[in-house]
T-cell receptor, first 114, second 112 residues
Framework: ETGVTQTPRHLVMGMTNKKSLKCEQH?????MYWYKQSAKKPLELMFV???????ENNSVPSRFSPECPNSSHLFLHLHTLQPEDSALYLCASSQDTGLAYEQYFGPGTRLTVT | AQSVTQPDIHITVSEGASLELRCNYSYGATPYLFWYVQSPGQGLQLLLKYFSGDTLVQGIKGFEAEFKRSQSSFNLRKPSVHWSDAAEYFCAIRLTGNQFYFGTGTSLTVIP
């Protein structure tokens, strides 16, 4: 595997379910990010991790819970979601969180909340 | 508040024709500027970026963009579009390491 991978690619869950999204980067980067991409809306940065520490939480509801056990893996734990949470969730990584560092994106997980 | 505007939701061009995708931003200083492309079922791929210096930036796949401070614009151009360029294009600005703002995207259709 190369680059940034995300599993699953598609997920359908009920509002009472608990599920997790997984992201893995094979680039040796120190920073990882979760984004939400909704139709007709700008991409929204949700969380930023640098060296496994959360450095940014952009007012994301607590029903989204990130976890970064090491610099290669990032999870997004989901519970009691709402239909408006249906979106494409993208993971990205970069060498560091500095301005000059390019972000590499995974293919995303298409989440549908029923 | 900071924002990025891509006024064209959808653009259709003929293969071989030139292309310009518009991007305007709202911010008090010059941010770091980016263009990304997203093909169906894929994540975002960086086409080019501008930090400082020469205001005409060359990117991958034959794309270029020009930063115009007076217009707060960073328009993306390509002289001759290929069918494989059909995708969604996003303009973005970065203010700090953790402040990243994206436009709503422009969908490009290429007709033979």
């Amino acid at each position: 595997e190369t680059g940034v991978t995300q599993t699953p690619r598609h997920l359908v869950m009920g509002m009472t379910n608990k599920k997790s999204l997984k992201c893995e980067q094979h680039l040796g980067h120190n920073a990882m990010y979760w984004y939400k991409q909704s139709a007709k809306k700008p991409l929204e940065l949700m969380f930023v991790y640098s060296l496994e520490e959360r450095v940014e939480n952009n007012s994301v509801p607590s029903r989204f819970s990130p976890e970064c056990p090491n610099s290669s893996h990032l999870f997004l734990h989901l519970h009691t979601l709402q239909p408006e949470d249906s979106a494409l969730y993208l993971c990205a990584s970069s060498q560091d969180t500095g301005l000059a560092y390019e972000q590499y994106f995974g293919p995303g997980t298409r989440l549908t909340v029923t | 508040a900071q924002s990025v505007t891509q006024p064209d939701i959808h653009i259709t061009v003929s293969e071989g024709a030139s292309l310009e995708l518009r991007c305007n931003y709202s911010y008090g200083a010059t941010p770091y500027l980016f263009w990304y492309v997203q093909s169906p079922g894929q994540g975002l791929q960086l086409l080019l970026k501008y930090f400082s210096g020469d205001t005409l930036v060359q990117g991958i796949k034959g794309f270029e963009a020009e930063f115009k401070r007076s217009q707060s614009s960073f328009n993306l151009r390509k002289p001759s579009v290929h069918w494989s360029d059909a995708a969604e294009y996003f303009c973005a600005i970065r203010l700090t390491g953790n402040q990243f703002y994206f436009g709503t995207g422009t969908s490009l259709t290429v007709i033979p």
